[in-house]
């Protein structure tokens, strides 16, 4: 079975400790299970498609944006379960919500391009065209800026269709459509993640192992300023980053690092990096 989940909070006093939900996307079974985050009990179960995977809490609570490999995408109410929309909108796999507007975002690597949905009902506002051969399928929204950051494994790849070149990364303008800067990353972009209150985008990278070639291409955690798109300083200690997330109100970002088989988190100041 493949499962993706995410957990909801709502602020109990000064700490935010009381988890209240949690979704879970079971591919194999295509359904979409809501528990109640203090028991664990489920609250419901919710079709989605035929095998959802990317699952993606609107920070406001509007909804759950649920991505399917058919390349449908749907938007499910937070506290019903209930389908308010769903729309063909390519491969469905890379997917962020705009915690200020509700739109989501969907990278479709297939055709090299992002899709900008609306909120209400689905429709299609904004496609805005990338690299070619970029294929992006990981995507974050900067809500203060109005930017949206994609990237992708780019064109070449292995006997074995593995990404074996550098990452491209694109910072696009969510209004107008505007490609603001487009910059190439350590092999096999990862995650992305996006810290509003520094304006700053983070790009983790993997990397790519051949051993019987003797290749060995370090992955990274490659650092944007939202706004400009302006490439900012790497993070030389980060070698093979396979995930990456930012605690907004505490000014950190935390990277999950396998470099050599050893795994650890780091945890950077989001200010200074």
């Known amino acids: 079975m493949h ?3 995410v957990a909801k909070q709502e602020a109990g006093s000064r700490k935010q400790e009381c988890l209240t939900s949690i979704r879970i996307a079971d591919g194999a079974r295509g359904y979409v299970a809501m528990l109640d985050g203090r028991s664990g009990r489920v609250l419901r179960t919710v079709a989605a498609g035929g095998y959802p995977m990317p699952l993606v809490d609107d920070p406001a609570g509007r909804g759950v944006a649920v991505g399917d490999q058919d390349g ?18 390519g491969s469905g796999l890379g997917l962020a919500v705009d915690a200020r507007t509700g739109a989501v975002v969907v990278a479709d690597g297939p055709a090299d391009r992002v899709n900008v949905l609306d909120a209400r009902g689905g429709a299609v506002l904004l ?5 070619p051969g970029a294929h992006p399928d990981i995507v974050a929204v900067d809500p203060r800026s109005g930017r949206i950051v994609v990237a992708g494994p780019g064109a070449r790849t292995d006997a074995h269709g593995n ?3 550098p990452g491209v990364v694109s910072v696009l303008d969510e209004g107008d459509g505007a490609v603001l800067r487009t910059a190439l990353v350590a092999t096999q972009p990862a995650a992305v993640a996006v810290d509003p209150a520094t304006g700053r985008a983070y790009v983790a990278s993997i990397g790519y192992v051949d051993v019987s070639a003797r290749v060995n291409l370090p992955g990274g955690l490659a650092v944007f300023a939202t706004a400009s798109g302006e490439p900012l300083r790497p ?3 980060i070698r093979a980053a396979g995930a990456v997330a930012v605690d907004v109100p505490l000014g950190h970002a935390f990277v999950a690092d396998s470099h050599n088989g ?4 780091t945890m950077l100041d989001a200010a200074g990096g």
């Open 3 to 5: 499962y993706r989940a």
């Open 163 to 165: 990404a074996n070149g």
């Open 127 to 131: 496609t805005i065209p990338v690299s």
């Open 235 to 237: 993070v030389a200690a």
């Open 262 to 265: 050893n795994g650890t988190v």
């Open 72 to 89: 449908t995408v749907r938007l499910l109410d937070a506290a019903t379960g209930r389908v308010r929309w769903a729309t063909r909108a």
